[in-house]
Structure formats: structure tokens, C-alpha cells
């Protein structure tokens, strides 16, 4: 059986894009990062086959592609609040003229020019938000 270990995010300057997606996502280093490499855990994450998405980012000296051909999808329950939030951590909101009129999306890139996506959801479930436990 598969599943998915990590989205890899490929960055120029480890420091700066580990500092975001610390603070954009709450997540902790899995070990001491190396000159070109870092894995984030969510906390509490006990070991890498314990579930939550993990998200490891990676130098590869070469710059990004556009439009990039994978992003992230980030769900929120109040979308302004976290766009601006995560604007304020050193996000960037992407000029794109392609919005449908009821997109529930706003196109940011991080401070590497990764791209991502905050979706407005409405209010989590109580058993399915962040923090929920599986059963």
C-alpha cells in the first residue's frame, strides 16, 4: 500500500520559507534542519507514519516554474481573516484574472514564490476540524 509521505516544496532560501510555513500552519520541525532540507510535522505528530500531512521543503537551485504545475490547497473557515494573516507572515497575493465569479479561492504564493490557495469553507464539522481527532 501507498499513501503520501510529503509535498515537497522546492524554496531558494530554507530559513526564510521554513519561518512561514511554521507560523502559516502551526507545524514543527520533524528533526534539525540541514542546508537544503526540512521536514514540517503538524505538532503532536509522533512519528512519520502517524496521520497528518507533513510538508517538506527542499533546495534545488533552480527558480520556480509558472504557473507551477502542483500547489497547495489551504482550507478556512474564515478565509479574509487568514489571507491576511498569512499576508502579514510574508505572503504575497497573486495578480490573476481567471476567478470564476464564485470562487471560494484566493491564489497567494509564499515567500518563494510557491503558490497556494486559501478556500473559504464555512465552519468545520465538529469531529473534522483542525486539532479533530480520527476515530
Not at 474564515?78 to 498569512?86: N, T
Request: hydrophobic share 35%.
Amino acid at each position: 500500500m501507498l499513501s503520501i509521505g510529503s509535498t515537497v516544496l522546492t524554496v531558494e532560501d530554507i530559513g526564510r520559507a521554513g519561518d512561514f510555513w511554521r507560523a502559516a500552519l502551526g507545524y514543527v520541525n520533524r528533526r534539525e534542519p540541514s542546508d537544503d532540507w526540512v521536514v514540517l510535522d503538524p505538532p503532536g505528530k509522533e512519528h512519520w507514519a502517524a496521520p497528518g500531512a507533513s510538508l517538506a521543503l527542499s533546495v534545488t537551485g533552480y527558480p520556480q516554474h509558472y504557473p507551477p504545475r502542483i500547489h497547495l490547497d489551504l482550507y478556512a473557515e474564515d478565509q479574509a481573516a487568514e489571507v491576511e494573516r498569512l499576508v502579514g507572515l510574508g505572503a504575497r497575493e497573486v495578480d490573476w484574472d481567471d476567478y470564476p465569479e464564485d470562487a471560494d479561492w484566493i491564489v497567494l504564493e509564499d515567500t518563494e514564490g510557491n503558490r497556494f490557495c486559501v478556500v473559504q469553507t464555512g465552519p468545520y464539522p465538529p469531529s473534522a476540524g483542525p486539532g479533530a481527532t480520527r476515530s
